[in-house]
């Protein structure tokens, strides 16, 4: 009898992002029962440090070797497929995906690619410092043929506040600050704003944010749900048309 798919969540990166991911792949299973559902094993090792901290020199403290040590983990367990719900931690994606023998599906890609594929010419990033300063979208934008803005540097200040003074902490997000930037994006001509930092999604969430935001976590749970070989429901309609 074959082995249905056994997807592990590499998680903790933040913790709440990870609670968020797994109601969300719960809700969008089309399922009639338990058994329809994927099967998951989740590893949420919250003290992983700090992604941008690495990335922008602020810490020494590695991030990937707790990443790998968990990944190997998940393998181990049986898991067939890896999603990580955190983009910044997408800058280690190709040394973490050397590391293990189960593919990773990569949050980035599969947010560009669904903008790509309904012929959006223009996006703004709405992420953390670390994954505007590594370029990490700017990157897979460029690969897709697809324009990019990134925040000034005072509106990216606002948008970590938010997300690490807010988010992280267990608050509801300034909205007046998030207003601000999103605002700043769209005048500057982007069609739809990328939700690229997964503490963000959970503004769309609580908040009800509209038609321009595309959410990175949801077109990661998409894809995720795909690959585990279920059928995906209650995504926006764009999310098939490519």
Do not use: W
């Not at 709440?16 to 797994?22: A, E, I, Q």
């Not at 595309?214 to 429901?233: F, H, M, N, V, W």
């Amino acid at each position: 009898m074959e082995r249905s798919p056994l997807l592990g969540i590499l998680g903790g990166l933040g913790p709440m992002s990870t609670v968020y991911f797994y109601e969300m792949l719960t809700a969008h299973t089309e399922a009639r029962c338990d058994q329809e559902h994927l099967n998951i094993v989740i590893s949420s090792y919250a003290e992983t440090p700090d992604r941008t901290d690495y990335i922008l020199g602020r810490s020494s403290d590695n991030p990937l070797t707790a990443m790998i040590e968990n990944a190997k983990k998940l393998e181990n367990f049986g898991a067939t497929v890896i999603a990580i719900p955190c983009n910044t931690a997408h800058y280690f994606y190709s040394s973490l995906k050397d590391e293990v023998s189960v593919p990773i599906l990569n949050i980035i890609e599969e947010t560009v690619r669904i903008a790509a594929g309904v012929g959006i010419g223009k996006i703004g990033i709405l992420a953390t410092e670390g994954t505007v300063q590594s370029e990490s979208y700017q990157r897979v934008s460029a690969d897709f043929g697809v324009a990019c803005e990134v925040p000034t540097p005072e509106e990216q200040a606002m948008l970590m506040d938010i997300i690490y003074g807010d988010i992280k902490q267990g608050r509801r997000a300034d909205m007046d600050k998030f207003n601000r930037v999103a605002g700043s994006l769209l005048d500057r001509g982007c069609e739809k704003l990328i939700l690229g930092c997964t503490e963000l999604s959970l503004i769309k969430k609580n908040e009800g944010l509209g038609y321009e935001y595309l959410d990175s976590l949801e077109a990661l749970a998409y894809r995720t749900i795909l690959a585990c070989g279920k059928p995906p429901c209650g995504f926006p309609a764009y999310f098939g048309a490519r």
